[in-house]
């Protein structure tokens, strides 16, 4: 009965922020021995394409904690879960991405960076759906910035769900980088031995080098005045930057252009 509550009072934000702290604690206590049927909730808000912003927008608010919560320990079902709904969240942060609706790419690309931060699946890390998401988190990353966004100060950026959106994209993109980045260098050694390694290789391959080129752009265009994102942006840039030169292979593509940034 949560999810329909949730449903009926989505416009009213401060009831919306206190049934959430109830999911969160319902999820953890009951899922999924005793919350059976939100999985079937969840489908008829998510998957079920003509289901109205609002059914999506708490569709996505109970899926985060779902993805979120790592304590059931249930490898199965964690991949059924990403593969049942995943692919539909691309579908919602793509149309999000080329319609301006950043709480929709946000919360996607949120709930995206707790099933990649915990332990990717198939359903994410499989090399199609890869290309697919690394292009969409690059796309955000270098989108155009609507003027309005560049001209709020640095507090009124920070809560923007605009830019929280971007951050989101460089989350993402700075775990797989971490994750998967440096088959050639130190950080990779953990994963020699497990099945992340050929992942490593397809990501250092076919979208290590396109994503360091959008990074890349991104910190030239702070640097030197041409955008003015959050601080916490441009850190997140640099963590990326840091993380890169343990791969011979990222590093040799970035040293050229260290005078520049």
């Known amino acids: 009965r949560l999810v329909p509550a949730l449903l009926a009072v989505s416009a009213q934000l401060p009831v919306v922020q206190l049934l959430r702290a109830v999911v969160h604690r319902l999820v953890r206590s009951d899922f999924p021995k005793k919350w059976t049927g939100v999985l079937d909730s969840l489908a008829g808000l998510l998957l079920d394409t003509a289901a109205g912003q609002e059914a999506v927008r708490v569709g996505l608010l109970v899926l985060h904690e779902i993805v979120e919560w790592k304590g059931y320990e249930n490898d199965e079902l964690t991949e059924r879960v990403y593969a049942t709904f995943l692919p539909r969240l691309y579908q919602l942060a793509t149309s999000g991405f080329a319609s301006g609706d950043w709480a929709t790419v946000k919360a996607v690309l949120k709930t995206l960076f707790s099933a990649i931060a915990y332990r990717p699946t198939p359903s994410v890390m499989a090399e199609p ?8 988190m690059s796309q955000v990353i270098a989108g155009s910035v609507p003027p309005a966004e560049n001209a709020m100060d640095e507090e009124a950026k920070t809560t923007s769900i605009f830019w929280k959106a971007r951050k989101w994209a460089l989350h993402c993109q700075n775990k797989i980088m971490s994750r998967y980045g440096c088959p050639d260098g130190s950080s990779f050694q953990q994963h020699k031995r497990s099945q992340a390694s050929g992942f490593a290789k397809f990501y250092m391959t076919n979208l290590a080098l396109p994503v360091l080129k959008v990074n890349l752009e991104a910190v030239q265009a ?4 041409q955008a003015q994102p959050p601080a916490k942006h441009f850190n997140l840039l640099c963590d990326y930057l840091g993380e890169l030169v343990r791969s011979k292979t990222l590093w040799a593509a970035v040293k050229p252009h260290i005078h520049t940034i």
């Open 222 to 225: 702070i640097v030197h005045g």
């Open 129 to 136: 759906r890869a290309i697919e998401w690394c292009t969409l």
